[in-house]
């Protein structure tokens, strides 16, 4: 079946710490993947997305994420949060017309 | 600008009153989709419409309705809402081509109370 894990569902850091949040996916078909920040009482925005090309993609806000696909895994990244990346991160690879959903990262950065 | 427009943002109401939330999407999207958000159970979808007139029941259907007339419309309908209701609400759309989904714009979000 198709699926998509995140491994922690709670990440404290300090500002300035390097940020790592996992996520690897279970799909047979074309690869499509995002990750989805989604900032208290706000709704989801897109972070950055991976359809095609070089592995290593660039989003908004000095995010980055690579894609293995040995290791069918799209981490997500970030050298130095700030208080500001306080949010819940989701990760999704395209389904049949529609997304699959990682449970979500609460990330929490300490002042 | 491309958008996802939900209403209303908040809104209360009381058991058994039938009550509909309005998404309209302004970017041609094939694909629409509703879901609800709880703490602790990440985004769950309720229902899917992949095209006008086609509609398909997602994870938690139960105790919703949703109709697909027009291209850039999907509401949500509770017909009798309950208090296991009460949640975060958000409408998505997606370009799709070939079964493939290339990324959700969501709306704002509709937090809904069911007294």
């Known amino acids: 079946a198709q699926s998509v894990s995140q491994h922690n569902h709670h990440v404290i850091l300090s500002e300035a710490a390097s940020l790592e949040l996992g996520c690897n996916y279970s799909?047979?078909?074309?690869?499509?993947l995002f990750w989805y920040v989604q900032y208290p009482g706000q709704h989801l925005q897109l972070l950055l997305k991976?359809?095609?090309?070089d592995p290593l993609v660039k989003g908004i806000k000095g995010f980055e994420a690579e894609f293995i696909k040995s290791k069918f895994s799209f981490n997500l990244r970030k050298p130095s949060v700030q208080w500001s990346d306080t949010a819940e991160y989701f990760c999704?690879?395209?389904?049949?017309?529609?997304?699959?959903w990682g449970a979500g990262t609460k990330l929490i950065i300490k002042p | 600008e491309a958008q996802v427009t939900q209403n209303p943002r908040y809104l209360i109401t009381v058991t058994g009153k039938k009550l509909t939330v309005t998404c309209s999407q302004n970017?041609?999207?094939?694909?629409m989709s509703w879901y609800r958000q709880d703490p602790g159970l990440g985004l769950r979808q309720i229902y899917y419409?992949?095209?006008?007139?086609?509609?398909d029941k997602g994870d938690v259907p139960e105790g919703y309705k949703v109709s697909r007339k027009e291209k850039r419309n999907f509401p949500l309908i509770l017909e009798s809402p309950s208090p296991n209701q009460t949640s975060l609400y958000f409408c998505?759309?997606?370009?799709?081509?070939?079964?493939?989904?290339?990324?959700?714009?969501f709306g704002s979000g509709t937090r809904l109370t069911v007294v």
């Open positions: 998505a759309s997606s370009l799709s081509l070939g079964g493939v989904s290339y990324g959700y714009t």
């Open positions: 970017m041609n999207h094939e694909y």
């Open positions: 419409s992949m095209n006008v007139e086609v509609t």
């Open positions: 799909y047979g078909g074309t690869v499509n």
């Open positions: 991976y359809f095609s090309g």
């Open positions: 999704a690879v395209n389904g049949n017309y529609q997304l699959i």
